[in-house]
């Protein structure tokens, strides 16, 4: 994650943002541990797939 993170700083980003699922709660702890905040949450991304039922996270680190 220090590598990414880096990545972004020297390539002159805003942050990262990444999208998981609800039901990863270990990546939702990790990511929440890391300093990612939670911006939305979508709850029709993948109503009409085998993951229906589950809600889609979006996380950001902002600089």
Do not use: H
Not at 41 to 49: A, E, H, I, Q, W
Request: with cysteine; glycine share 8%.
């Amino acid at each position: 994650m220090g590598q990414a993170l880096e990545w972004a700083k020297e390539n002159k980003y805003a942050g990262l943002m990444l999208e998981t699922q609800d039901v990863n709660v270990q990546a939702c702890r990790f990511y929440a541990k890391n300093g990612f905040v939670i911006g939305a949450v979508d709850t029709m991304l993948y109503s009409n797939t085998p993951a229906a039922g589950e809600y889609a996270i979006f996380w950001y680190f902002k600089f």
